[in-house]
């Protein structure tokens, strides 16, 4: 096939649901281009585009229809439920009429779990699950060294709230079980100081009145009388390496239960088990689906489980994580799904699913 992709290429969302898709279809022996603007493209066989970046879609979409070229359209998250604070909020509403027109328009929309395959059905009923998979060639766990425990948080600038809810249990688990805290990503900046600092510079303290910047406040405030390491952000393409070298021996998944976040999928539990930290996660959706070990988002439950991973034996738990991941979210044999969907075989994407719910 000559597969043609639409989308923007600096996120996470491009790296798990393009770019590793595309190197292993390059590998199976089919054409990928990804659309750049600045140079001629062949005619694809099939045309595939990415959330809702692109004013100028619909136009493309015709197009494709009046040449018989197959359009699918992938999309990881369910944009229509982003929360207030949340940082893309209002880029994110600008961008829903696009995103509808494209779900109701493709031959086919591709997602991440048979939970938001659901909710999308009813803009279009052609919805493959294609679940989120990793690439084993980019992760390679370092050793460990001598001394306290790690235990760890990656992720974006779209989690205060989430990470806001674990916070308390962190504080008091530290007080008794010495351990390193470690929190990477969220900003650019150096410090979550200085990030403070450069967002009231730049908003004034009108921005802490907002959904955003109560959250942040919040966030900030739970923090207080932790101890911890925080590394900022780098470019995606060098996310494995950096998660690798945080040296996790517990990456844990705090998330808020609300209608946005059910429809999220497993990432950091993938990301976790290939840079070999046990995870921990909240008992919401979807990790009340796929990680073995969660906790209800209290803090005395939280307290508790992560005591109990502190203590218990992490070797072994950690061998059955990775074996699950190596098994289940794979890109060597998930790529499988995703040529089959741009193909046409909407039946085949489903097979992992339906073999996911039976090995569980």
């Known amino acids: ?10 996120s996470g969302c491009y790296r798990w649901r393009a770019a590793i898709p595309a190197k292993y279809l390059t590998r199976r022996g089919h054409t990928v281009q990804i659309f750049s603007g600045q140079k001629e493209h062949e005619a ?19 197009w ?13 998250d369910a944009l229509d439920l982003v929360p207030p604070e949340n940082l893309n909020y209002k880029a994110v509403q600008q961008r829903l009429p696009l995103y509808e027109t494209l779900l109701r328009s493709a031959d ?3 997602t991440t779990t048979e939970t938001l395959a659901s909710h ?7 919805v493959t699950v294609i679940p989120n998979s990793i690439d084993p060639e980019e992760w390679t766990p370092r050793p460990r060294v001598a001394g306290e425990p790690r235990v760890g948080w990656t992720g974006s600038a779209t989690h205060f709230a989430d990470l806001a809810v674990v916070l308390d249990a962190v504080r008091d688990v530290q007080k008794k079980i010495p351990f390193t805290f470690v929190m990477q990503g969220i900003c650019k900046e ?12 730049q908003w004034g303290n ?53 209608a946005f ?85 909407r039946f085949g994407a489903h097979a992992i699913e339906e073999s996911f719910q039976e090995v569980r």
């Not at 694809?44 to 015709?62: G, N, T």
Request: glycine share 4%.
């Open 64 to 76: 494709c229809k009046q040449n018989r070229i197959r359009v699918v359209f992938d999309t990881d």
């Open 120 to 126: 999308l059905r009813k803009w279009n009923p052609n």
């Open 261 to 345: 976040n059910r429809y999220k999928s497993c990432i950091k539990y993938y990301e976790y088990a290939m840079a070999g930290a046990v995870t921990l996660a909240s008992h919401v959706l979807p990790y009340s689906t796929e990680v073995p070990l969660t906790a209800k988002n209290n803090r005395e439950t939280w307290k508790r489980k992560l005591e109990e991973v502190l203590r218990g034996d992490r070797a072994a738990q950690l061998r059955e994580e990775r074996d699950w991941v190596l098994a289940h979210r794979n890109i060597e044999t998930n790529v499988e799904l995703w040529e089959k969907a741009f193909a046409g075989d």
């Open 1 to 10: 096939m000559n597969i043609y992709l639409l989308t923007e290429t600096q």
């Open 206 to 258: 009108a921005l802490f009145t907002t959904p955003l910047g109560r959250s942040i406040k919040h966030f900030m405030a739970k923090l207080d009388g932790i101890r911890y390491e925080f590394y900022p952000n780098v470019p995606i393409e060098q996310h494995p390496e950096k998660v690798c070298d945080l040296r996790l021996d517990i990456g844990i998944a705090p998330l808020e239960e609300n």
């Open 190 to 201: 150096a410090t979550l100081d200085e990030l403070m600092d450069n967002l009231r510079g």
């Open 44 to 62: 694809p066989d099939v045309l595939v585009l990415y959330r809702a970046h692109f004013p100028q879609a619909p136009k493309i979409v015709e």
């Open 108 to 110: 086919m929309v591709t």
